[in-house]
């Protein structure tokens, strides 16, 4: 009973926060004077000059441009840091260097905001590599991604685009730091280790010798959480004590994953002037979330039908993988959280969830809508939105509009090849994977399909999550699912820069009797109803083989 009040709570409270965080960060992406530049604006300044950056509003292709080139400089530093980080300062543990194609694959992912591990984290990083290269992607990575997102969001609305460097200035200024500094400290306060001395060794009562890794990792944890990146400081991530100590760390994790996703809604009504269609947006993904955990609860709580059919199931549902600090019910909630705002924390094996559970978090990446993450997952809410009206107008015969801009071929054929990029670059590399190495799968079966299937899902969604038990570090997996891993990231947020360019060059058109309203309830219907067919279906037959088969075989 307490589990189930526990979710509750943490569902409203999620609610609660939404718009005023949303409210707060469309003053903060105001080019206009508020009173955050008081608080802020003699920092940025100093960063401007520091940096040379003008604070001219770009075009489309040099909005994109900057996010490319600063991000690919960026993974170019970060990968040469792991390359010689062996011989860099603060590596008390002795780490070596990163191997070639890993150092290239975790590069690549915490830039774009995946954190796909395919180490481990307290061995396969030192700890200047885990501050100077890890912390400063997972600071800049969601700036990047928020800055594209607000850029959109004012094309959307009529206005210049802005410019990507001051974007992304006040992403961290603004919003990131602050939140992560003050979290940091709570989660200090809740146990969590904060120190650069080396990894503990402590003589058990057997007599022998063991060796307990510790770090920085509270201002790890902070922004890991907040900016959806989810990488773990600990090889187990945030099922590991030091990483998340009890119930007041995983809520305050909860709280931190959702506030992008939850928030950004409400962010685009205020900036394009409808804060209905905002709530319409949120309450649709709202509705979505919530029919998703209860999937995964009621999996987890009913368990392995073939265990009830013997009457040996656990009392407490499928406690398979889960850490009895949290319980089978904290596990689902946390497993459905991190996979529906793109974060791909964990605390629980999602390799041992059921079938069911483990279609819950390989759904959420495919439809990566439900919610979804810092700035990426939004563009695609939008992106689904302009479909939905799309939809709507070719069934009545009307051109389509959107915000009072026509939506004509140059923004749907965009919007079309962006929706196309995402099952190609899951279903395509599954199938090369599973063709050409299946060495690499422990498990020959369903679930061995769905190992593979959910690696590329969760690159391609930038999500990060995986089914341990894939033999992942090998030079195949890391350099496909870096490349993956890129294209998902850039691909999509240059195609919808360019229709937001394309949208604030066009001139509004007056609203009539036959204009399709995007702020009622029937539209909330028309924009899930469309999430679902053209999403959801697209990769029906692959979670039919998948998790779907995989739970008939455990059935009586």
Known sequence: MYSWIAIIVTVGL????????????????????????????PLEKVIYKISGIRQ???TWKQYAISVVLSNAVMILIVYLIFRVQSILPLNPSGVPNMEPTLAFNTAISFMTNTNLQHYSGESGLSYLSQMIAIVFLMFTAPASALAAAIAFIRGLAGKPLGNFFVDLIRSITRILLPIAFVTALIFVAAGVPQTLEPTAVAHTLEGAEQHIARGP????????????????????????????????????QILLMMFFGTSLPFTYGKMVGNTKQGRVLFVSMLMMFIVMLGVALASESAGNPALNAMGIQHDQGSMEGKEVRFGM????????????????????????????????????????TVFGGVGAGFLNVLMYAMIAVFLSGLMVGRTPEFLGKKLEGREIKLIAVTLLIHPLLILAPTALALVSYPDTISNPGFHGLTQALYEFTSSAANNGSGFEGLGDNTPFWNIATGIVMFLGRYFSIVTLLAV??????KKPVPETAGTFRTDTGLFAGVFVGTILIVGALTFFPALVLGPVAEHLTLMP
Not at 14 to 39: E, H
Not at 221 to 244: D, M, R
Not at 332 to 355: C, F, I, R
């Open 329 to 368: 019910a904290q596990s689902a909630l946390y497993a459905t959280v991190t996979t529906a705002s793109e974060t791909g924390a964990v605390n629980t094996m999602h390799d041992t969830l059921t079938p069911l559970g483990g279609l819950v978090t390989i759904s959420n990446m495919m439809l990566n």
């Open 217 to 252: 990792v509270a201002s790890f944890l902070s922004i890991k959480e907040l900016g959806n990146n989810g990488g773990g400081f600990f090889g187990v991530n945030s099922a590991h004590p030091f990483e998340n100590p009890g119930g007041i760390s995983n809520l305050l």
């Open 500 to 505: 937001a360019g394309s949208i604030a060059a």
């Open 14 to 41: 999620v609610v609660l926060i939404a718009k005023p965080a949303g409210l707060y960060m469309a003053k903060a992406f105001d080019y206009n004077t508020t009173g955050l530049d008081r608080w802020f604006g």
């Open 56 to 58: 001219e509003n770009q």
